[in-house]
Each structure stands twice: as C-alpha cells, then as structure tokens.
C-alpha cells in the first residue's frame, strides 16, 4: 500500500454511524448519526463490463481517512451531499494510521 501523509487528506467529509435495532413489535428499525467530520483522499474509479450486450459503466471510490476504531461496513459516508455504502474497509498495515474504504453510491 502507498504511504500518505496529511497533506493528501484534502476533502472533507461525513461519516455516519447506523445502529440496527428491534422496535417495540419486533420490526427493524435503523438509527443514523452523525459520527463526525474528517478528511479524505478519494480516488474515483470506474469498471465497464459488458452486461445483456450494452457497455455499462459502475463507479466506486476508494477513500482513504484516518482509522476509526468502530467503523463498520453498515456504516456510511456522505460526500459532496451523495450518500454512499462501505463496501470493503482495508487497512494499509497494523502500524498505519489510515485504512482505504471502498465506497458506492446508494442514490440513483
């Protein structure tokens, strides 16, 4: 993995913990907050496949942001006003400070 240092943590996001529940006639019930503000790197990156004979075109991100003890993959990150899901959380090594995160977006 490549090292970082502060300085390529440039923008700014939001990270939003989600609480899974049970409510009081047993149905899922999803509790979102705000776990705070921090810098990222972010790296766009776009897959094309061939899918019913078209070209279609996906894109996930990978951020990159200091670790976070609790993070989890039902967690959420909000970037420039979109929302999007954690898919994988990578660390770089058990002595770094970062861990790459790869998102997509959960709007249409």
């Not at 279609?56 to 990978?62: D, G, L, P």
Request: with cysteine; glycine share 4%; hydrophobic share 35%.
């Amino acid at each position: 993995m490549m090292a970082y240092n502060p300085g390529q943590l440039d923008t700014m996001i939001t990270v939003l913990s989600v609480t899974p529940s049970r409510g009081t006639q047993g149905q899922k019930k999803v509790t979102t907050a705000v776990y705070g503000k921090v810098f990222a790197h972010l790296e766009p990156v776009t897959d094309e496949m061939v899918a019913d004979d078209n070209l279609e075109a996906s894109t996930t991100m990978s951020v990159t942001i200091y670790k976070i003890p609790a993070l989890t993959t039902r967690w959420k990150l909000l970037i420039k006003g979109v929302t999007y899901e954690i898919d994988h959380i990578d660390p770089q090594d058990r002595l770094s400070n970062y861990c790459t995160l790869t998102v997509k977006t959960i709007e249409k």
